[in-house]
């Protein structure tokens, strides 16, 4: 496989080889946002299930 590069004079003409190049700093945003919302629904959906199964159980004093 050639790049095409035969010198390290041509190094600064040299673009980005991937695509989305400049949108690392968005993705991650996003990425960070999602995790946040996904962390507080599971959190939610757990306390409803939590509740389902115990109900409003409370432990009475041993006498």
Not at 20 to 33: D, N, Q, T
């Amino acid at each position: 496989m050639n790049t095409g590069i035969t010198s390290l004079a041509k190094l600064p003409e040299v673009t980005a080889a991937y695509p989305f190049h400049g949108m690392e700093v968005p993705f991650a945003i996003g990425l960070l946002g999602f995790f946040v919302v996904f962390l507080a629904w599971q959190l939610v959906m757990e306390a409803k299930h939590h509740k389902a199964i115990i109900g409003n159980f409370t432990a009475s004093p041993a006498e």
